[in-house]
């Protein structure tokens, strides 16, 4: 395919970075001025490492953010990848120096401060840092590729910002400062690896742009020493990429399993003579939980999932069609958010439904002189309400004046503290499971 010399020329120059790129001198002089460590720069690094792990400690995005912005851990890495592109030792040395200072600072000011803080629990933001993936090494390398394109500009622009904010290097030294001070390896082992991502990929994207712009050689370096630099870089690289990219593939296995399992789970409540009253999914150690009520089929449903998860490990427990396991609602219903509560109401209507049906053909394969039609309604109530200490089952004739003839009613008597939630969906419950739509309910405290 054969593009026009116009349309190349004009392609050129939309991606050209020459334009207005600043003079290779000045390029120069504001790396070399970011790696210098001073006593502003550790300072501001103190602030920003006890910003960042208060952020941490409190679980707020936007305080960690703010630690971000004013972090000054970015002009060392930035002029280790600059250096190596220019052929410059002495300032690659001097910015892996400077970085082994600002880690020590950062990780002993982020152990002390989480040694003595009260707060104790590792939140979201925190546990976020533990677990790298190739996801990071993309983010650090495109964001170090913004950064240096950034940096060498003639006019100040808020990519850099936005650098720090995305690449993220504070937090991860923070994270790795709270695990030294209680003793979790493994997140000192996963956030101190998402901060040696970053360093590398930020340094690599710089050099790979730097020596795109041309930027003119500072050093003298001979084709041997040149041919190690570039394998020494290669292998460090690689080193450390490949585990980001086999975490990366185990956790999209596992949302995989996850996605799987929880449609699995749906299918199985279609058109089922059971209900599933509870399902916990453990992505990690590929185990399916299930809880389910109605008629017993847990051997039939463990059998299915563990056609369709080989290596999961599956555990049905079955809950009853008397007696549904009480605890297991109770806490499903404080767990969930209303919206959930109210399916699990409509769950529960159903499953009401389903021990109707069951009972009534129990009911009619027994001699009538055995049947007791108000027993397994007292202990379905007793299950589903257990501070309900009596229950009284009334039946008897309503007149009313206005009426030519009596009503017969039905009423149930309640003794025990339920508020009027309760009240109201138990009254609809046993409307349905008696099919009487007159059936009135009384609660005594």
Same mark, same amino acid.
């Given at each position: 395919m054969n593009i026009p010399k116009q349309n190349k020329n004009t392609l050129k120059e939309l991606f050209h970075l020459r334009h207005d790129q600043?003079?290779?001198? #000045? %390029?120069?002089?504001?790396? !070399?001025?970011?790696?210098? @460590?001073?006593?502003? #720069?550790?300072?501001?690094?103190? $602030?920003?490492?006890?910003?960042?792990?208060?952020?941490?400690?409190? #679980?707020?995005?936007? @305080?960690?953010?703010?630690?971000?912005? %004013?972090?000054?851990?970015?002009g060392p890495i930035i002029g280790m990848g600059y250096g190596a592109a220019v052929n410059d030792v002495r300032l690659i040395r001097l910015a892996l120096r400077n970085i082994l200072i600002?880690?020590?600072?950062?990780?002993?000011?982020s152990s002390l401060y989480f040694w003595l803080s009260p707060l104790k629990a590792a939140g979201s933001e925190l546990l976020a840092r533990t677990e790298p993936t190739l996801w990071d090494v993309l983010i650090a390398f495109f964001g170090g590729s913004a950064g240096i394109i950034a940096l060498t500009r003639k006019e100040i622009s808020n990519v850099v910002p936005g650098v720090a904010i995305a690449t993220a290097l504070m937090p991860p030294l923070c994270t790795a400062g709270y695990a030294l001070s209680h003793g979790r390896w493994d997140y000192f082992a996963g956030a101190f690896y998402l901060f040696t991502i970053n360093c590398v990929f930020?340094?690599?994207?710089?050099?790979? $742009?730097?020596?795109?712009?041309?930027?003119?050689?500072?050093?003298?370096?001979?084709?041997?020493?040149?041919?190690?630099?570039?394998?020494?870089?290669?292998?460090?690289?690689?080193?450390?990429?490949?585990?980001?990219?086999?975490?990366?593939?185990?956790? +999209?296995?596992?949302?995989? $399993?996850?996605?799987?399992?929880q449609q699995s789970i749906r299918e199985l409540q279609r058109d089922t003579p059971f209900l599933i009253l509870r399902h916990q999914i453990d992505k990690r150690k590929r185990q399916i939980d299930l809880i389910i009520g109605g008629s017993n089929q847990a051997q039939t449903v463990q059998t299915q999932l563990q056609?369709? $998860?080989? #290596?999961? =490990?599956? /555990?049905?427990?079955?809950?009853?069609?008397?007696?549904?396991?009480?605890?297991?609602? &109770?806490?499903?219903?404080?767990? /969930?958010?209303? =919206? *959930?509560?109210?399916?699990?109401?409509? =769950?529960?209507?159903?499953?009401?439904? &389903?021990?109707?049906?069951?009972? !009534?053909?129990?009911?009619?394969? *027994?001699?009538?002189?055995?049947?007791?039609? /108000?027993?397994?309604?007292?202990?379905?109530?007793?299950?589903?309400?257990?501070?309900?200490?009596? +229950?009284? %089952?009334?039946?008897?004739?309503?007149?009313?004046?206005?009426?030519? *003839?009596?009503?017969?009613?039905?009423? %149930?008597?309640?003794?025990?503290?339920?508020?009027?939630?309760?009240?109201?969906?138990?009254?609809?419950?046993?409307? @349905?499971?008696l099919h009487d739509e007159t059936m009135e309910l009384m609660v005594r405290p």
């Open positions: 600043d003079q290779a001198d #000045n %390029i120069d002089n504001d790396i !070399r001025a970011g790696v210098r @460590v001073a006593g502003t #720069n550790l300072w501001v690094l103190m $602030f920003a490492i006890l910003i960042a792990s208060i952020g941490l400690n409190v #679980n707020s995005t936007a @305080v960690i953010i703010g630690a971000m912005l %004013i972090s000054p851990l970015m600002f880690i020590a600072l950062s990780l002993i000011t930020i340094a690599f994207s710089t050099l790979l $742009f730097s020596k795109l712009m041309k930027l003119p050689k500072r050093g003298i370096m001979d084709g041997t020493t040149r041919q190690i630099h570039r394998i020494m870089i290669s292998l460090i690289v690689l080193a450390v990429m490949l585990p980001s990219a086999y975490l990366a593939s185990k956790m +999209v296995a596992n949302e995989w $399993f996850q996605n799987q399992a056609q369709r $998860f080989p #290596n999961a =490990q599956i /555990h049905v427990q079955y809950a009853g069609a008397d007696q549904a396991d009480l605890n297991v609602l &109770k806490q499903e219903m404080s767990e /969930h958010s209303s =919206q *959930q509560q109210s399916e699990i109401s409509a =769950q529960l209507h159903y499953l009401s439904q &389903k021990i109707s049906e069951y009972e !009534r053909e129990k009911q009619e394969q *027994q001699p009538a002189e055995q049947a007791n039609p /108000h027993q397994d309604l007292l202990n379905e109530i007793r299950a589903q309400y257990p501070e309900i200490r009596d +229950v009284a %089952i009334l039946s008897g004739q309503q007149w009313a004046q206005a009426a030519s *003839q009596a009503q017969s009613v039905n009423m %149930i008597v309640v003794q025990g503290k339920i508020n009027t939630q309760q009240q109201a969906r138990l009254q609809a419950w046993l409307k @349905v499971r």
